[in-house]
Structure formats: C-alpha cells, structure tokens
C-alpha cells in the first residue's frame, strides 16, 4: 500500500469516528432530555392532567356516520354520498 491510501484510511478513520461520536452524543443528550422532562412531568402534574379531570367518552365509528348535522339536508346527504360512490369506482377502474 501506499503512504497515500494509508493517510487517506487513517483520514476516513478519524472521520468515521468524530462522525460515530457526535451521533452518538447527540442520542445521549435527547434521550438525557427526554427522561428529564418525563421526571420534571410526574413531579409537577399539569391541571389538565389530573386524574379527577373527566374524560370524553369517544363516539363510535359507526354511531357518528349514522348522525348527520341539523345544516345538511339528507339530499344533500345522498348526492354527496353518490358523487363519493362515483368517485371511487371511476378512479379503480383508471
């Protein structure tokens, strides 16, 4: 080999690993962070997060397609519902 190939690996060498080392700092540092703000949220609990807080109680998928909006007429309902249909079985078939 060459003395200059073995410069440019020893060259390559010293990159990978100030490359390899500020990778690797960086992930220490955001995981380092990461759990301190997890401590600093289990010790001061915000308002919003209190368990005394009543949740919302999720609708179903189903439920909420059947309920329409006092706005929409169920016309206006069935056309859109059409033009959808229409839509979707022109664009699969292209």
């Known amino acids: 080999m060459s003395s200059q190939m073995t410069g440019q690996l020893i060259e390559a060498a010293v990159l990978l690993a100030v490359g390899m080392s500020v990778v690797f700092a960086f992930l220490v540092l955001l995981i380092g962070g990461i759990h301190a703000i997890a401590w600093f949220c289990r010790k001061y609990p915000s308002e919003e997060a209190s368990p005394s807080t009543p949740k919302k109680r999720a609708v179903s998928n189903q439920a909420?397609?059947?309920?329409?909006?006092?706005?929409?007429?169920?016309?206006?309902?069935?056309?859109?519902?059409?033009?959808?249909?229409?839509?979707?079985?022109?664009?699969?078939?292209?």
């Open 64 to 94: 909420a397609k059947n309920t329409l909006p006092a706005s929409v007429s169920p016309q206006v309902a069935a056309a859109i519902t059409a033009a959808v249909h229409t839509h979707r079985h022109t664009t699969l078939k292209s």
